[in-house]
């Protein structure tokens, strides 16, 4: 059964790039079938699509976020990560990682990310 | 962007009782509308796929419905574990978007 985990600071300083991974366990990220996906969650608030990527580094993400975001694969680790430039307090959140088609199946636990100084 | 406008915000309901959320799509978007719970403090869990389709280990008290612009999500016969936030999530065209939710409560 396919597991997703996130990892990375939990606290990032204003105008500093937040960084983020995702680790796979019990399935592999070099899957032809799905793309691998972060979606985010300020307090309180909805759901937002981040980005996704393909086990080949192709990406695509959410024009919202402009060119903010930076999304790679490492299929020998079985490893995505995302990467944030230039944070400010909006982009406080818990932060997902999911594997999808369409549906989004399987998700991380998230891992909660503060801008603070 | 497709916009996804869910309603109720909230409801209050009563265990055993018919739960309808229902989530507008901005412009059509065929059946590619896919439901999810959410409890507190967990990750979203997919109840339903592409309208109406079931998932496996999903009670089947949990049913959608809809196609184009308007679709519903239903919970026939409310139990307590049923407490959450609902999100409807479109994947007709990018980037994915998500409906602002809907609170489930039990009275």
């Known amino acids: 059964q396919l597991q997703l985990q996130e990892s990375g600071p939990g606290v990032v300083k204003p105008s500093e790039t937040l960084s983020l991974t995702c680790t796979a366990s019990?399935?592999?990220?070099?899957?032809?079938?799905?793309?691998w996906g972060w979606i985010r969650q300020p307090p309180g608030k909805g759901l937002e699509w981040i980005g996704s990527?393909?086990?080949?580094?192709?990406?695509y993400h959410n024009p919202s976020l402009r060119s903010r975001v930076t999304m790679s694969v490492d299929t020998s680790k079985n490893q995505f990560s995302l990467k944030l430039s230039s944070v400010t307090a909006a982009d406080t959140a818990v932060y997902y990682c999911?594997?999808?088609?369409?549906?989004?199946?399987?998700w991380g636990k998230g891992t909660t990310v503060t801008v603070s100084s | 962007e497709i916009v996804l406008t869910q309603s109720p915000d909230f409801q209050s309901v009563t265990p055993k009782e018919k739960v309808t959320i229902t989530c507008r799509a901005s412009?059509?978007?065929?059946?590619?509308l896919h439901w999810y719970q959410q409890k507190p403090d967990q990750s979203p869990k997919v109840l339903i796929k592409?309208?109406?389709q079931s998932i496996s280990g999903v009670p089947s008290r949990f049913s959608g419905s809809g196609s184009g612009t308007d679709f519903t999500l239903t919970i026939d016969g409310l139990e307590a574990e049923d407490a959450a936030a609902y999100y409807c999530?479109?994947?007709?065209?990018?980037?994915?978007?998500f409906g602002g939710g809907t609170k489930v409560e039990i009275k």
């Open positions: 999911a594997r999808h088609q369409a549906d989004m199946d399987v």
């Open positions: 019990g399935g592999s990220i070099g899957s032809t079938e799905y793309y």
């Open positions: 990527v393909f086990y080949s580094g192709s990406t």
């Open positions: 412009q059509s978007i065929g059946s590619s």
């Open positions: 592409y309208a109406s």
């Open positions: 999530h479109q994947s007709s065209s990018l980037p994915h978007t």
